[in-house]
């Protein structure tokens, strides 16, 4: 069974570093495109970026660079969600999720984390 | 980036009615789109793949079709358990977007 468990729930101050989690298990992290979805309280979802963690290829969302790195460690199937400087507007859920066909850059997502809420405030 | 418009953003249905979801997408991504469920609390839910592949598992009064710019999402005969948001995604272009969701709510 294909699972992505996400760590804990986060509280940190503007300007603060943060770096989120996604252990995956169940099929071979390293031939599945894996990504990060953005969802602010009460609004829609946004896509942030993808990493094959095979040879840790990325793709990211112009919307997003600058404030955030997508990475992955192979050796314990681990993709991450780096912030550099957090802001306020940076509250708000985040998923990671798997692309549904293996090696293949473009898919939907089929399986999903339970999500990271991250609170910025001082 | 590729805009994506779902019509109607709320839509009030009752147990048994059949409901169209409407996503539009400011150029044409051939048939690469996706449709999820997502409940209040909970992560979205893949249902359908290249606009009409339905997801193992997903019942089939669900069904997709579209291709180019225009898409729907149909649910034939709705069930309580189907009142939720519904998000379309092209992942034809980079940036992979998402539609704003369209909440579908009982009546």
């Known amino acids: 069974e294909v699972q992505l468990v996400q760590s804990g729930a986060e509280v940190r101050k503007p300007g603060e570093s943060l770096r989120i989690s996604c252990k995956a298990s169940g099929y071979i992290f390293t031939t599945y495109w894996i990504g990060w979805v953005r969802q602010m309280p009460g609004k829609g979802l946004e896509w942030m970026g993808i990493i094959y963690p095979g040879d840790s290829d990325t793709r990211g969302n112009p919307s997003f660079q600058g404030q955030v790195t997508i990475s992955a460690d192979k050796s314990i199937s681990t993709a991450y969600l780096q912030f550099s400087s957090l802001k306020a507007s940076d509250t708000a859920i985040y998923y990671c999720a798997r692309h549904r066909l293996q090696a293949r850059e473009t898919a939907g997502f089929d399986s999903w984390g339970q999500g990271t809420l991250v609170t910025v405030s001082s | 980036d590729i805009q994506m418009t779902q019509s109607p953003s709320t839509l009030s249905a009752s147990v048994g009615d059949r409901v169209t979801i409407t996503c539009r997408a400011s150029q044409r991504i051939s048939s690469w789109l996706a449709w999820y469920q997502q409940k209040p609390g909970k992560a979205p839910k893949l249902l359908i793949s290249?606009?009409?592949s339905l997801e193992s598992g997903v019942p089939s009064r669900f069904s997709g079709i579209g291709s180019g710019t225009e898409f729907t999402l149909t649910i034939s005969s709705l069930q309580p358990d189907d009142f939720a948001t519904y998000y379309c995604q092209q992942y034809n272009f980079y940036p992979f977007t998402f539609g704003q969701g369209t909440k579908l709510q009982i009546k």
């Open positions: 290249e606009a009409s």
